[in-house]
């Protein structure tokens, strides 16, 4: 939620820069973008507002299962478009030295394991929905 809310205050913020880079397998699809402004700006909106959205459904507990399966495509997305691989390099700053394994392919890996198991009925909004919905149906977990 974080780097969306940081996106969407810094006026100058785009995903030019990355896409400029993308080196693997969406590196045709990063050129297409920044070569139109008006498809460039709809993907700084969508990342931005997208990140925004996912932090505060996975934080809340809102629509868990959604908020995780659209942040690992999201993150996906960004891996390949510049993955850790031996002989591409970046001129952005990466976290570390990696290989093949980076810090967001293991998030977006751990955003499906939380899409798989049902943790938003155990506690959040979802669990709160869920509680309700058992008791408009004069169901309770008890029993």
């Avoid at 969407?8 to 397998?25: H, M, R, T, Y």
């Avoid at 394994?101 to 959040?124: D, M, Q, R, S, Y």
Wanted: glycine share 10%; hydrophobic share 50%; proline share 3%.
């Amino acid at each position: 939620m974080y780097e969306g809310i940081v996106k969407l205050i810094s006026p100058q913020w785009s995903s030019a820069g990355f896409l400029k880079q993308s080196q693997w397998i969406l590196s045709g699809f990063a050129d297409w973008v920044t070569s139109n402004n008006e498809i460039l700006s709809v993907v700084d909106f969508l990342n931005s507002w997208g990140l925004t959205a996912i932090g505060l459904g996975l934080i809340l507990g809102l629509f868990t299962r959604i908020a995780s399966l659209a942040g690992a495509l999201l993150l996906f997305t960004y891996y390949l478009n510049s993955p850790p691989l031996i002989g591409l390099e970046y001129s952005l700053p990466a976290d570390g030295n990696n290989l093949i394994v980076n810090k967001t392919l293991i998030e977006a890996v751990a955003l499906c394991v939380l899409a798989l198991f049902p943790t938003g009925k155990i506690v959040g909004f979802d669990a709160f929905m869920t509680i309700r919905d058992h008791k408009k149906e004069g169901r309770t977990n008890h029993g």
